[in-house]
């Protein structure tokens, strides 16, 4: 009688089905918004210090003028209605971020989230920590591109560059169909298991 075994059936054990797929991007999303918000909250301190009632500073023979803003408005001084209410919508992206951060596979999405993780936060800081109050404090801006005073597009500072940067390759990957589990959905609509080639993306 033969002693061998047959092969080894799949028992549908999670720990076995979670060794197949690509491994969590936690860790790299953290690195990234830590980053990201160190550069936004030293950028705006050196700002604030060495901009604070000076005329606007040109540089790059032009392209860019740094000049001190504090804006109560949201990104790019688009006006939503309330300091606080921005304030609130900030700290829930936060939240469903920092909650949804234990499901990314994809270094893309977990660099994208880490981005705007890290614009929100900074913004976020402004509003509860500068003048004129807690969940009303106004934001440092002070990146004016082409002319001063925002004439030709709205003073913004690192935060709003990191939400935007975050958000487009977001929206990037998105459309190339690469999803934040790991797994990338062909032209076609089938979605390939993750542990395949390109499912590791």
Sequence with gaps: MSTEHPPEADTGD??????ALPKRRI????????????????????AT????GEEPVRILGGAVYLQLIRNPYAAFGMDFGGTWLLAVVAMVVVGVIIW?????RSAG???GLGLVLAG?????TDRLFRAPGPMQGHVVDFISVFGPDGRYFPVFNAADSAITIGAALIVLLSVLGRDY????????????SADSPEGTA
């Design 181 to 192: 589990d790991g797994s990338v959905t062909r032209r076609g609509g089938d979605k390939p």
């Design 27 to 46: 860790g790299l999303l953290a690195v990234v918004a830590v980053l990201a918000y160190a550069v936004d909250l030293v950028t705006k301190v050196a």
């Design 14 to 19: 999670p720990e076995v089905r979670s060794a």
């Design 120 to 124: 929100a936060l900074g913004n976020l």
């Design 49 to 52: 210090s060495a901009l604070e």
């Design 100 to 104: 949804f951060a234990k499901r990314l």
């Design 109 to 111: 999405w977990a660099v």
